[in-house]
């Protein structure tokens, strides 16, 4: 890659950049690369043409931790063979675990909290003019501006957009709220306008993401009893979005759901029948352990309102198996559920007790090989359900977003159907016909695998 130059003459200064995690935290990722970019870097996907790396962590779970601590480690090594003169820790981990991630970490240059991320280019440009702070942390109030710089990362016609930050609910397994703080609503108009500004760029699909898409406008509701915004305008609004094919809402806890959210996404046509339902569990001895709001009677019940106004929508889920308390009975009358409501999607997590939640100070009464028994069993019963529910595609014509070539050969094309969400689902698999990156096609399926599905061209929009 040839040095691009500033109109100075001078070579600009490059950025790499490693977003781990959430699609939340992504986007987090393209506010910094925005501003960034502002002050005169250029991004490379090369770490080691990279003058600056950026590791923006997540720090939601086990799992998440290790991958992060890994990738810092990996990009510290880099940095010493190479002529890399920052490494930045950014994201939720470093918010989270602040003095001992400096201690542990002396290989990292800066570490920049949740509440500081926006301020990235200030705390280089200080880092350059001989500034030697490592640490910039703040209370998580940032919320995104309507001028904040933020560059869609994603391929151009797609795009995920943030409501909100924080989150309302006190989930005993979770430390979301400590680490990125209360909810924070942004405004409906200043959504509406980032929505109008994404489509008119080229982006034809958007995923609304938040913790809580149900919470949304809570606080500026509770704050201003004339505020207008609700879960229900928000949908209205972007239903009406011109050069938008698609409204994705990601992260709807079930106790929020109404009635009119539920008519909304039935008879506006850009809106995704698609329902992201996090239940985590459906005794009601766990759910109360969880501190979740609702009984699997109410689950129940919501679960049928959707599926009598929209029998063709696609309910994803995910569950959580180990949490303390959760005994042998608890976890077959989550399985018998699963079998009964036989979901579209369903992800699973097993339990790890988080600092600072309720549940890491419960007593661990499941162990480790119960908890990976139990995963794999509910996930081999939910494969045979996704086997099942594909097959029914089979001889079905759908409409499909062409991504490119698959990932896994270049004699197909990959796209994804409207009940496919991004990162999560599986794809369709185009082994006939010739499409454009970004258009929507009619694709005709012809075959079904546990996740993924394939078909052939039958029409172009």
Request: include cysteine.
């Amino acid at each position: 890659m040839s040095d691009v130059t500033s109109t100075a003459g001078t070579p600009l200064k490059k950025v790499h950049f490693v977003s781990l995690g959430c699609p939340k935290n992504l986007v987090d990722s393209e506010i910094m690369l925005g501003h960034l970019l502002r002050e005169g870097y250029q991004v490379t996907d090369s770490p080691e043409e990279a003058e600056t790396i950026v590791v923006n962590t997540c720090g939601f779970i086990e799992d998440a931790k290790k991958e992060s601590i890994d990738k810092i480690l990996e990009m510290s090594e880099l940095k010493r063979q190479s002529g890399v003169k920052n490494l930045v820790v950014a994201g939720c981990l470093t918010q989270r675990y602040k003095d001992d991630l400096v201690e542990g970490l002396p290989e990292a240059d800066l570490f920049v909290g949740s509440g500081e991320f926006q301020n990235i280019a200030k705390i280089l440009r200080a880092r350059e003019a001989g500034s030697t702070e490592k640490r910039y942390f703040n209370l998580p109030t940032y919320l995104q501006e309507d001028d904040a710089p933020r560059v869609n990362s994603r391929p151009g016609y797609t795009a995920y957009l943030k409501i909100s930050e924080g989150c309302l609910k006190r989930c005993a397994f979770c430390a979301i709220p400590k680490i990125r703080g209360n909810l924070q609503s942004r405004r409906l108009s200043s959504v509406v306008s980032e929505a109008k500004l994404l489509a008119a760029g080229g982006v034809r699909e958007i995923n609304i993401i938040s913790h809580d898409f149900t919470d949304y406008g809570w606080d500026l509701r509770r704050a201003d009893a004339s505020a207008t915004e609700t879960p229900e305008a928000l949908l209205e609004a972007l239903a009406d979005v011109e050069g938008l094919d698609w409204v994705r809402m990601l992260y709807l806890y079930p106790d929020g759901i109404t009635d009119r959210m539920i008519e909304l996404i039935k008879t506006k046509p850009r809106l995704v029948k698609y329902f992201d339902m996090p239940l985590q569990h459906v005794s009601n001895r766990v759910l109360k352990a969880m501190n979740r709001k609702m009984t699997r009677e109410e689950i129940e019940e919501r679960l049928a309102r959707i599926r009598a106004e929209i029998p063709q929508a696609v309910i994803r889920t995910q569950f959580i198996v180990g949490f303390p308390g959760e005994t042998e009975e608890d976890f077959q009358e989550l399985l018998d559920f699963v079998r009964t409501q036989r979901f579209d999607r369903v992800g699973c997590f097993i339990y790890s007790p988080e600092e600072g939640t309720a549940g890491g100070k419960m007593q661990q009464t499941v162990d480790e090989e119960t908890k990976q028994r139990r995963h794999d069993e509910l996930m081999a019963l939910q494969a045979d359900i996704s086997r099942d529910k594909h097959a029914d595609f089979v001889g079905r014509e759908v409409d499909v977003l062409v991504e490119g070539l698959s990932e896994e050969t270049d004699l197909l094309l990959q796209g994804r159907m409207s009940q496919q969400a991004p990162d999560i689902d599986g794809v369709v698999l185009i082994n006939d016909g010739e499409a454009k990156v970004g258009e929507i096609v009619r694709v005709r399926i012809s075959e079904s695998h546990d996740y993924d599905l394939v078909g052939e061209i039958v029409q172009t929009h």
